[in-house]
C-alpha cells in the first residue's frame, strides 16, 4: 500500500502541470475553492465515508459514475439530470446499469457541502463528481443539457479499432491511455451490488484509494477496472466460440452462467477488491472477461502494452494517475456554458 502511494504521488506530481491543457490553466485548479469553500474537501470526504458504512459499494458506484459523466458531454454533471420527459442520460440504455448508490453519494455531499452557510450554492456539482471521485484539480461548472441520444459508450464487444477511435474522439485519448483506462471501461458493464459483501471487508482499502489521498495540488483519480465484475449476458457469446478464451476459464464460465442464467455473474480479474495489475495478467493467459478486454492482448498492436503493465505495476499505476487526470478534464463548463446547480438533479 505504501508504495501504490508514493507511486500515485510521484506520478501525479509530475504530471499535473504536463497533461493541463493550457486553455484551461486559468480556470482549472488545485486551490480554486480555497477562499469559497476552504473546508471543502473535508465536507464531502466526511460525506463520502458515510454514504459507504450505509453501502459499501457506493465508493466504486460513484467512481463508475464519474466515467460516465465525463465520457458524454464532458465532465459537467449532466448524468445527474432529471427531465420530466423521460429525455435524460441516466435512462439511456448504457447508463440503466448505474448503481443508484453512486447518485446518491454525489446527492448526499452536495446536500453536506450547501449545510455550510460558506459554501451553500457555490460549489458546482460537477466539482463535487469529480472530488468524490478524487480528482482534484477544480473549476468546472455544470451542464444545462442531459438527453439520451447524447450517451455514447464503449460496449463489451469493441475491437482495438473501434476502441481507439472512441477515445481518441473522447479526448485525443492515445492506445496506451485507452489500455491504462481499461478499468474504467468495465466498470459499464459491471455489477457491483454482487460485490458488497467483500467491499465490506476493504472499505477501509478503498477508502485510502478513493478520498485519503493527499490532496495538496495533486490531480488524482485512483481506482478502475481492478475492482469490478460482469454479468452473463455481456460475455455469455463469447464461451466456445472465442478461440482467444482459456478453455478452462470458458468451462468455469460456462458452469456460472448456466446456474444462474439470470443473475449469474463473473468478477473482471482474480483479485476484486484489490486495485493491481491482475487483470492484465489475465489477459495473457486468455483470461480476459469481455471481448474489449481480451482484444487488447490478442491483437498484436496492443499486446506490448499489456505485458508492460503485467511486468511493472507501477508503471500501471502511474498511467492510469495521468490517464484519469486527462478524463477529468474534457468538456470541462465555464461560466458562459454552464452554470452551478442548486439541486444537481436539475438545471436551475
Sequence with gaps: MASFRLALFVAAATMCAALMPQSAVAQLRPYYYANICP???????????????????????ALRLFFHDCAVQGCDASIMIVNSNGDDEWRNPDNQSLKPEGFQVILNAKAAVDSDPQCKYKVSCADIMAIAARESV???????????????????NFTLDQL?????SLGGFTQSEMIALSGKRAFDDSSLASL?????????????????????????????????????PFFQYRIGTDPTMDPNFAAQLKSTCSSNPTSGFAFLDPSPVTFDN????????GKGLLGSDQVLYSDWRSRGTVDHYATYQNAFFGDFVAAMTKLGRVGVKTAATGEIRRDCRFPN
Excluded: W
Design 196 to 232: 458488497s459483501l467483500r467491499f465490506q471487508r476493504t472499505s477501509d482499502h478503498l477508502l485510502l484509494l478513493l478520498l485519503l489521498l493527499p490532496a495538496a495540488g495533486l490531480c488524482v483519480n485512483p481506482g478502475g477496472h481492478t475492482l469490478g465484475a460482469a454479468d452473463c
Design 164 to 168: 481507439n477511435a472512441y477515445f481518441s
Design 278 to 285: 491482475a487483470y492484465f495478467k489475465n489477459l495473457q493467459g
Design 138 to 156: 477544480l473549476g468546472r461548472y455544470d451542464g444545462r443539457v442531459s438527453t439520451k441520444a447524447s450517451v455514447v459508450l464503449p460496449h463489451a
Design 39 to 61: 473546508n471543502l474537501e473535508l465536507i464531502i470526504r466526511s460525506s463520502v465515508k458515510q454514504s459507504m458504512a450505509q453501502s459499501p459499494i457506493s465508493a466504486p458506484a
